[in-house]
Structures are given as C-alpha cells and as structure tokens.
C-alpha cells in the first residue's frame, strides 16, 4: 500500500500567485482531510470530505482557499492569491469510515508551502 | 469534543516505560480517547483509542482511569525512534469526524 501521496512535497511561490495542493487518499477510503500546521496555530483541520462531499470547512481561513474532491481518488486544495501567513505544512489525510465507528486517519507526508 | 491537557514535554531514558499524562476532565460518555504522534518532519500517526476499559496493542498500552477524567499511554521499552510529539485527543465515534490536535507533549528519548 502506498499510503496517502501528496504533491508536490515542497512549493515556494511568490505572493498573489495561485497555489494547488494535490492528494491521492488510500484506495478504498471514503473519508479524506485536509490539515494545515503553522507554528502559532498548531495543527488544525481545514476541511473534509465523506464519499466526496464536503462535511465540514468550518475550517477554511477564508474566500482565497477552495477545495475539490472529483472523484474518489483526487483531492486538490487551491489558494489564490496566496499570501505569505499561507506558509504552513499542508496535511492530507484520509480514513475509511462508516457510521458509529471511527477508523484511524492515516497521515500523508505534507506539502511545505512557502509563499515570499 | 472536550479539550485535553497534557504536559508541554517530557523525557524518557531508552528503554525504559515513557508514561504520557492526559486530563480529559470534561470527557461525554461517548468520547473516546485518541493518542496520536507526530515524528519530526512527518505527518501524524494514529497510536490507540479506548473508551473505558484499557488497551494494548503492538504499540502502546492506553490506561483509563475508572471515571475516565485522565488516561496515560505507554510506551513499555522505548527507542530512540519514539521520539515525536504524542497528541491526547477526545472524540465522539459518530457525528464529525474531525480530530482536533491541541500542542501535545515533546518527548524525548535520552540515549
């Protein structure tokens, strides 16, 4: 199993630029996360899908941060413009749910933004 | 889901038991308790949960106390390798499946 796989590892972009973030979710789960971990804030949950919806973006900073999920093996999370308080590790994850029985959700490597 | 505190670090001789502190005093009946790590530069790994009873697997043990207000997790001989940020997290089995992460504890194994 190739665990959850993210693109790119690493990204440094200038300010006002668009970003995307790509994750592939393990083969079989239905529920998949982005997180995202600064310094200051820790880590901290953006958003997240169940069979390719969107449960909760409570999490969302605001109206530059979009997510997609299209099917169920692609998630992209796309910043524009993107300013330099964007600079964080983001987290995708991804778990196989179901009702009343919380699975583990298995970690992706992260993607290091930075934005100058 | 209820807030946890833990101890900001810790460290722990190789080898020896690292015995990680949580307070959930605020837990529902249906939260569980999740522990997590993060090693450096990694994203976070999934430990052990419990609800009431204690747990055992092959990588820690999770100790829950009879009014569930606080748990300790275990690492029975720890390496060098157990060396991450371990996260305590309250969380109900249905509904939102969102973890929220609060800052963990740093433990560091000594050689």
């Known amino acids: 199993d190739a665990g959850v796989i993210q693109s790119p590892r690493h990204e440094v972009t200038e300010m006002g630029q668009e970003v995307t973030l790509r994750c592939k979710p393990i083969?079989?789960?239905?529920?998949l996360f982005w997180y995202r971990q600064t310094m200051m804030r820790g880590l901290e949950l953006l958003i997240y899908?169940?069979?390719?919806?969107?449960?909760?973006d409570s999490g969302m900073p605001e109206d530059r941060f979009s997510a997609k999920m299209p099917n169920a093996s692609f998630s992209t999370l796309k910043i524009q413009p993107s300013e330099p308080r964007d600079s964080a590790v983001y987290f995708c994850?991804?778990?196989?749910?179901?009702?009343?029985?919380?699975?583990?959700?298995?970690f992706g490597p992260g993607t290091r933004l930075t934005v100058l | 889901d209820a807030k946890t505190t833990q101890p900001p670090s810790m460290d722990c001789a190789e080898g020896r038991a690292a015995n990680l502190p949580c307070n959930h005093s605020?837990?529902?009946?249906?939260?569980?308790v999740y522990w997590y790590r993060q090693i450096h530069s990694q994203g976070p790994q999934y430990i052990i949960h419990?609800?009431?009873n204690n747990e055992t697997n092959e990588m820690a043990s999770l100790i829950i106390t009879e009014d569930r207000k606080s748990s300790t997790l275990i690492l029975p001989h720890a390496t060098l390798r157990d060396t991450a940020v371990y996260y305590c997290?309250?969380?109900?089995?249905?509904?939102?499946?969102?973890?929220?992460f609060g800052t963990g504890t740093r433990l560091t194994i000594i050689p």
């Open positions: 994850a991804s778990s196989r749910s179901s009702f009343r029985v919380y699975n583990e959700q298995f």
């Open positions: 083969s079989g789960h239905n529920s």
């Open positions: 899908f169940n069979n390719n919806v969107p449960i909760d």
């Open positions: 605020t837990i529902s009946g249906n939260e569980y």
């Open positions: 419990g609800l009431k």
């Open positions: 997290i309250d969380k109900s089995n249905f509904g939102n499946e969102k973890l929220t």
